[in-house]
């Protein structure tokens, strides 16, 4: 089983509006990954956690605020979107952040597609 | 710096037809995965090959198999008996086993077409 599972699958809210991403994943990974994609483009990559601790935050702005409750479970709460937010966001998993050779292979849920007007 | 390169942005082929995709990379690293992923207009990214670097074999799954070039820093993705289904993108990376950074880095992406 390598399910990685997002909700909402889509979303649209105001730029004064607050909502939250969902993730989550058993399949015992210990690392998890928020991507933002862009239409046509490779995912960015947004924030890494490893054992619910966050390791990379990649110069992405505060209106952006990830939360990684337990191992199994990653939000992203938005608040004060702008336009240009608009995109899909994607989760991913892998194993371990060190250790295991597939460490860090990693394996993506179906995104929720975010539209901020 | 890593860099992934995909150079053809779009590819079309028939059906039941064999298509190949080219990707290189440029790394310092000597151990690192590489991966093909499959996005369709579903947009789930699908793993659908991967190829550790100190294997000589090339990795093979089902119609899909790689074609690994360690020395010219190539990872092409083949294709045989294209199905309807394969259309989407299809995007090459790159990872580092040890140490160092441990994001994946992406190429462009080649938009694939199977044409019926």
């Known amino acids: 089983d390598t399910e990685v599972t997002q909700t909402p699958k889509h979303l649209v809210m105001g730029m004064t509006n607050k909502k939250s991403l969902k993730c989550e994943q058993h399949?015992?990974?210990?690392?998890m990954y928020w991507y933002k994609q862009k239409a046509k483009k490779p995912p960015e990559l947004m924030f890494v956690?490893?054992?619910?601790?966050?390791?990379i935050n990649e110069s992405v702005p505060s209106r952006f605020s990830p939360e990684c409750p337990n191992s199994s479970l990653l939000n992203l709460h938005l608040h004060a979107l702008q336009p240009e937010d608009s995109a899909l966001y994607l989760c991913a998993s892998s194993l371990h952040w060190a250790g295991s050779l597939a460490k860090n292979i990693q394996y993506f849920g179906a995104g929720t597609r975010l539209s901020v007007l | 710096a890593q860099t992934v390169t995909q150079s053809q942005p779009e590819m079309s082929v028939q059906e039941a037809e064999t298509v190949t995709l080219s990707c290189t990379y440029d790394?310092?690293?000597?151990?690192?995965?590489l991966f093909w992923y499959k996005q369709p207009p579903s947009r789930q990214m699908i793993l659908v090959i991967r190829q550790e670097a100190y294997k000589q074999q090339n990795a093979t799954e089902n119609r899909f198999s790689v074609n690994f070039q360690k020395a010219a820093k190539s990872f092409s993705l083949k294709i045989s008996d294209s199905q309807l289904g394969d259309t989407a993108m299809y995007f090459c990376a790159f990872i580092p086993t040890q140490g160092g950074s441990e994001k994946l880095v992406f190429g462009k992406g080649t938009k694939l077409t199977v044409n019926p």
């Open positions: 790394t310092s690293e000597n151990n690192y995965y």
């Open positions: 956690y490893s054992y619910e601790k966050l390791s």
């Open positions: 399949m015992g990974h210990r690392a």
